[in-house]
């Protein structure tokens, strides 16, 4: 018997530390690892130890036999990645991290933001020094999006939060939600009182189609809507036209997947999560029978994973529609797929394309639709969303990569609802310098660098703001690690200034211009309000959706 990694797999590579046997792959010294759709365990060298489960922070891991149906086909899944990668095992023991002399005294950072990327680099720093962190964020709850962007119906992946709650307890760790750095406090000030400030500030705007009608009253980001339904203070009171039988959204990515699923699953089955209850009964009054995911590119250059893709299989009530004629493949994609050393996971993608476009379709269930080389022109309508023009696309070679070209096919959708998900876009920073092309705060290994590449003294960056809006939560771990490398190997050289004021001073700062502040007590007191809530109606919690609500339930 062997050990089965799942679909809500995060990639944070904790597990492969635990293996006493390293058959974990792959590992984030290699070079697949930075674009793994999930990691795998080798079965035929899995020992039954159940270390990795114990290690996983989102329940990913499974023995094979108590695999469920929806997750039994893992078990192929974790095989055939070795026959691609057969593991050649290296239990060498890791370098120990160096840690500061205690003589240094007492490491102070300021971490601006709360989502996967800064509890990553606050989790390195308490492991690694005698240190005291100090988290920001401009909302009265931690977590990022891990609470408001993470599906309402993946609630195993949300469990990483447990991890961060278990490791935030002691006092060394101290949190000032509801307090917006550049308003309430300036970086100047963070610096003031801290060795480093770490920015972890995520992508917070998206990319937009650039088509006209864009701006149409019926068309929006997939961003937005998953922070409507997930009870985003700043989103609760959003409208969304959910009137008409179809929607489109433009993309088809892994959140294109959860906003698809969000729209066409019987909302019984979301009332037993945590869906802000604004968009629990919107749905519950929704007419949309069919979603439409537009990709400009073909089944095997999908952008969705191929876990999140086999996941639509057993939604309740609802077709997967993929239409055979689009997968005849283009020379390039055939020679690919034909290739006997293919990735698993693109030959996965395409299998369960061509399972769908076989599958029997009930007329009476909803309908999730994928469109394969297709993308925008325009969104119709005279005062409101009535529809989407299209252009079909076909694939060609350039320069070594296939690439999607636009053809003088055209065809018309109509729709009441359109949402663009064609990806994160980071935002600048107050104080910091910005790659606007890139939208990235630029920095070398997460030390933040000025016009002449010159670090700046004491401010890093990690997550997104760093590396640009891509991978999976679990990637910012490894990400979090080498920008807390760069910062302790600048503390033990001298290189970081030392603050002026101390702890106690900057509390005395911040509450007096945010006397609101969520500190740690406070966040617990919102949090066992919203748990509480959700005992009595049978759901893992009811999250308040507006600041009004949570600062109430901070004060209880």
């Given at each position: 018997?062997?050990?089965?990694?799942?679909?809500?797999?995060?990639?944070?590579?904790?597990?492969v530390?635990?293996?006493?046997?390293?058959?974990i792959?792959?590992?984030?010294?290699?070079?697949?690892f930075?674009?793994?759709?999930?990691?795998?365990?080798?079965?035929?060298?899995?020992?039954?130890?159940?270390?990795c489960?114990d290690?996983c922070?989102v329940?990913a891991i499974?023995?094979?036999?108590?695999?469920?149906?929806?997750?039994?086909?893992?078990?192929e899944?974790?095989?055939?990645?070795?026959?691609?990668?057969?593991l050649?095992?290296?239990?060498?023991?890791l370098?120990?991290?160096v840690?500061?002399?205690?003589?240094?005294?007492?490491?102070r950072v300021?971490?601006?933001?709360?989502g996967?990327?800064?509890c990553?680099?606050?989790?390195?720093?308490?492991r690694?020094?005698d240190?005291q962190v100090?988290?920001?964020?401009?909302?009265?709850?931690?977590?990022?999006?891990?609470?408001?962007?993470v599906?309402?119906d993946?609630?195993?992946?949300?469990?990483?939060?447990?991890?961060?709650?278990?490791a935030?307890?002691?006092?060394?760790?101290?949190?000032?939600?509801?307090?917006?750095?550049?308003t309430?406090?300036?970086?100047?000030e963070l610096?003031?009182?801290?060795h480093?400030?770490?920015?972890?500030v995520?992508?917070?705007?998206?990319?937009?189609?650039?088509?006209?009608g864009?701006?149409?009253p019926?068309?929006?980001?997939?961003?937005?809507f998953?922070?409507w339904?997930?009870?985003h203070?700043?989103?609760?009171d959003?409208q969304?036209?959910?009137?008409g039988?179809?929607?489109?959204?433009v993309g088809n990515?892994n959140?294109?997947l959860?906003?698809?699923?969000?729209l066409t699953?019987?909302?019984?089955?979301?009332?037993?999560?945590d869906i802000a209850?604004?968009?629990?009964?919107?749905?519950?009054d929704?007419?949309?029978r069919?979603?439409v995911?537009?990709?400009?590119?073909g089944?095997?250059?999908?952008?969705?994973?191929?876990p999140?893709f086999?996941?639509?299989?057993?939604?309740q009530?609802?077709?997967?529609?993929?239409d055979?004629?689009?997968l005849?493949?283009?020379?390039?994609?055939?020679?690919?797929?034909?290739?006997?050393?293919?990735?698993?996971?693109?030959?996965l993608?395409?299998?369960?394309?061509?399972e769908y476009a076989?599958?029997?379709?009930?007329?009476?269930?909803?309908?999730?639709?994928?469109?394969?080389?297709?993308?925008?022109s325009?969104?119709t309508?005279?005062?409101?969303?009535?529809g989407l023009?299209?252009?079909?696309n076909?694939?060609?070679?350039?320069?070594?990569?296939v690439?999607?070209?636009?053809?003088?096919?055209?065809?018309?959708?109509?729709?009441?609802?359109?949402?663009r998900?064609?990806?994160?876009?980071g935002?600048?920073?107050?104080?910091?310098?910005?790659?606007?092309?890139?939208?990235?705060?630029?920095?070398?290994?997460?030390?933040?660098?000025?016009?002449?590449?010159?670090?700046?003294t004491?401010v890093?960056?990690?997550?997104?703001?760093?590396?640009?809006?891509?991978?999976?939560?679990?990637?910012?771990?490894?990400?979090?690690?080498?920008?807390?490398e760069?910062?302790?190997?600048?503390?033990?050289?001298?290189?970081?200034?030392?603050?002026?004021?101390?702890?106690d001073?900057?509390?005395?700062?911040?509450?007096?211009?945010?006397?609101?502040?969520v500190?740690?007590?406070?966040?617990?007191?919102?949090?066992?309000?919203?748990?509480?809530?959700?005992?009595?109606?049978?759901?893992?919690?009811?999250?308040?959706?507006t600041?009004?609500?949570?600062?109430?339930?901070?004060?209880?």
């Open positions: 018997m062997a050990y089965v990694i799942t679909q809500r797999c995060c990639n944070d590579a904790s597990c530390s635990e293996c006493p046997v390293d058959c792959r792959p590992t984030p010294d290699q070079p697949e930075a674009t793994t759709e999930m990691l795998y365990i080798d079965p035929d060298t899995c020992i039954d130890c159940g270390a489960v290690a922070p329940e499974f023995s094979e036999d108590d695999l469920t149906a929806s997750l039994a086909r893992f078990r899944i974790n095989a055939e990645y070795f026959q691609r990668h057969p050649e095992s290296n239990l060498d023991p370098p120990t991290p840690r500061p002399p205690k003589d240094l005294g007492t490491l300021a971490i601006v933001g709360a996967p990327a800064a990553y680099a606050a989790d390195e720093l308490l690694r020094a240190v100090e988290l920001f964020d401009r909302v009265p709850t931690p977590w990022g999006l891990v609470r408001t962007g599906a309402p993946h609630p195993g992946t949300k469990t990483v939060s447990n991890m961060f709650e278990s935030f307890r002691r006092d060394t760790m101290q949190y000032y939600l509801n307090v917006e750095v550049g309430h406090i300036t970086h100047a610096l003031a009182h801290h480093a400030v770490i920015y972890a995520g992508a917070a705007s998206d990319r937009r189609m650039g088509v006209p864009e701006d149409l019926g068309s929006h980001s997939a961003t937005e998953v922070a339904y997930n009870g203070p700043d989103y609760a959003r969304f036209d959910l009137s039988e179809r929607a489109v959204i990515g959140v294109a959860d906003v698809a699923r969000v699953v019987d909302p019984d089955e979301l009332a037993t999560t209850d604004h968009a629990l009964d919107a749905l519950r929704s007419k949309i069919e979603v995911v537009l990709g400009r590119r089944p095997l250059q999908a952008a969705y994973t191929s999140e086999m996941a639509l299989t057993h939604l009530g609802v077709d997967v529609v993929v055979p004629a689009e005849e493949l283009d020379p390039a994609s055939q020679a690919l797929l034909d290739d006997p050393d293919i990735e698993p996971s693109l030959r993608k395409y299998t369960l394309a061509r076989e599958a029997p379709r009930d007329p009476a269930n909803k309908r999730i639709v994928f469109r394969y080389l297709a993308s925008p325009a969104v309508g005279t005062d409101q969303v009535e023009e299209y252009v079909r076909e694939l060609v070679e350039e320069g070594g990569q690439v999607a070209r636009a053809t003088d096919r055209t065809d018309n959708l109509p729709a009441s609802l359109v949402l998900s064609i990806g994160y876009r935002k600048a920073v107050a104080d910091l310098p910005f790659d606007e092309r890139r939208a990235v705060v630029p920095n070398e290994h997460g030390r933040v660098t000025g016009p002449d590449g010159t670090p700046l004491g890093y960056v990690s997550g997104w703001i760093k590396r640009g809006p891509r991978g999976v939560i679990g990637s910012n771990r490894v990400d979090s690690e080498e920008t807390v760069a910062l302790i190997a600048d503390f033990i050289a001298g290189k970081l200034n030392t603050p002026s004021g101390d702890r001073a900057l509390r005395t700062l911040v509450r007096e211009r945010k006397p609101d502040m500190d740690k007590d406070r966040w617990r007191a919102i949090d066992r309000a919203e748990r509480d809530a959700g005992k009595s109606a049978g759901r893992p919690r009811v999250k308040f959706t600041r009004e609500d949570l600062l109430k339930a901070a004060e209880s």
